[in-house]
């Protein structure tokens, strides 16, 4: 079965904090991305990645930042968390013209 | 600016209704997805069409290239269907852009 695994469900931090949200798919796909959901807005895109090393900025990039040593791996980085930035984050990856598939959410309170 | 237009935001409707959702979009796009979510859940992907019709069990999906619209039916729904239901359309093969969705409740 193909999975998208996010580190965390839930996670509570302090402003100011660092924070780090792992994603890790198995299925070989070169695309990876990371949104936020919110009420209303539905899916935003925060970075996506088509290959190892390389990421381009989605909508809203500001307050974040991407690493893809990996194939398999794409981490977003809130270097210093705030309290618009509770939210819940989604990963995702496909082959290019490929089905997407998410991971379970990162559920992220920023006190 | 949105590229991508759900109808209805809401929808409730009785056990066994036929149900359709519509998406337009705005762009020339090389797919389109139907993805599902309930609440409290990750989404999963129902369909990914080009062209033509899909048919997966009791949910229908279509497209029309030409009128730049899609939509997703459900025959006989049922509660276990109330649901969010969001469209995305691809465009250059890895940019996806998602409507806001459509919730869906059904009521037995």
């Known amino acids: 079965d193909v999975k998208v695994t996010q580190s965390s469900r839930y996670l509570v931090k302090r402003t100011g904090e660092k924070v780090f949200l792992e994603c890790v798919q198995d299925?070989?796909?070169?695309?990876m991305f990371w949104y936020r959901q919110d009420p209303g807005l539905g899916l935003r895109l925060i970075y996506f990645s088509y290959d190892v090393k390389m990421k381009e900025k989605g909508d809203i990039p500001e307050g974040y930042s991407v690493s893809r040593e990996k194939k398999e791996r794409f981490s977003l980085i809130l270097e210093s968390a705030s309290t618009n930035q509770t939210s819940m984050y989604l990963c995702a990856s496909s082959l290019t013209i490929g089905e997407l598939f998410f991971g379970e959410g990162s559920r992220l309170t920023v006190l | 600016k949105n590229e991508v237009e759900q109808s209805p935001q809401n929808l409730t409707a009785q056990e066994g209704e036929f149900i359709t959702i519509n998406c337009s979009y705005s762009?020339?796009?090389?797919?389109l997805h139907w993805l599902q979510q309930h609440p409290g859940g990750g989404i999963v992907s129902l369909f990914m069409?080009?062209?033509g019709k899909k048919k997966h069990g009791r949910l229908i999906a279509t497209i029309n290239i030409q009128e730049k619209h899609s939509s997703l039916h459900i025959t006989a729904s049922h509660p276990r269907d109330s649901a969010v239901y969001i469209c995305?359309?691809?465009?250059?093969?890895?940019?996806?852009?998602f409507g806001t969705g459509t919730s869906l409740t059904v009521i037995p």
């Open positions: 299925m070989d796909h070169e695309n």
């Open positions: 762009v020339g796009i090389s797919a």
């Open positions: 995305a359309v691809v465009i250059g093969g890895n940019q996806f852009y």
């Open positions: 069409l080009s062209s």
